[in-house]
Each structure stands twice: as structure tokens, then as C-alpha cells.
Nanobody, 122 residues
Framework: QLQASGGGLVQAGGSLRLSCTAS????????MGWFRQAPGKEREFVAG????????GYADSVSGRFTISRDNAKITVDLQMNGLKPEDTAVYYC?????????????????WGQGTQVTVSS
């Protein structure tokens, strides 16, 4: 029900734009989030956006470099990633929250995409 795309290999300092499409049933009134998981690490919150885009939130490690946005008409949520660093290397997942707002806790998300690999070389 969620499909993420846009990952790839990029040099440090470069940019990537991830996109996630969803079914309208789980998207229109739900907060959305992006998480990432690096090898051997826990899945962590990256960015979130409220159902109507009224509020967004970011992990400290990406604040100022990443921007989350959504288009409810197109049923998509994007993550623009600028100034990428090798430590941003991970599989990135989009997820739909159980509520209208977003959460930093993965337990509050019911629906998950399959993940897209982002690799940043130094």
C-alpha cells in the first residue's frame, strides 16, 4: 500500500529526492513519516508531516538538510535530501501514522513501504 522510490548512490554533498506513493485510504487523513535503518542499527525517525502539512518534524541529524513534503491530491510524500553525508547511508522507509499527526516512534505507524536504498560515498 506504500511504495518508496528514488534511492541510489550519490557522492557526499550531493542530493536525492525520495518519493512515496500510497493508497488514498491510508494517506489522506494520516500523518506520514520517513524512517531509515542502517546495517546493524535500529530503524530511526528521519522526518514526519501532519496530514494537512501544518506541521513537520525532523531528526536532529538531518534538520536543515532534509525537507519533507506531501501532495494529498497526488497521494505522495517526498523527502528532499541535500548535503548528504556518508552517515546518511541506509534503507529509507515511508510509513503512514495511525493518527492525523506524525510521531517519532515507529510503533505509531501501521503501514510501511518496502524501503529504498540510499548510499552516500565519501
Amino acid at each position: 500500500q506504500l511504495q518508496a522510490s528514488g534511492g541510489g548512490l550519490v557522492q557526499a554533498g550531493g542530493s536525492l529526492r525520495l518519493s512515496c506513493t500510497a493508497s488514498r485510504r491510508i494517506f489522506s487523513n494520516n500523518g506520514m513519516g520517513w524512517f531509515r535503518q542502517a546495517p546493524g542499527k535500529e530503524r530511526e525517525f528521519v522526518a514526519g508531516i501532519m496530514w494537512n502539512s501544518a506541521r513537520t518534524g525532523y531528526a536532529d541529524s538531518v534538520s536543515g538538510r532534509f525537507t519533507i513534503s506531501r501532495d494529498n491530491a497526488k497521494i505522495t510524500v517526498d523527502l528532499q535530501m541535500n548535503g548528504l553525508k556518508p552517515e546518511d547511508t541506509a534503507v529509507y522507509y515511508c510509513a503512514a501514522s495511525l493518527r492525523a499527526t506524525f510521531s517519532r516512534s515507529r510503533e505509531d505507524y501501521r503501514y510501511w513501504g518496502q524501503g529504498t536504498q540510499v548510499t552516500v560515498s565519501s
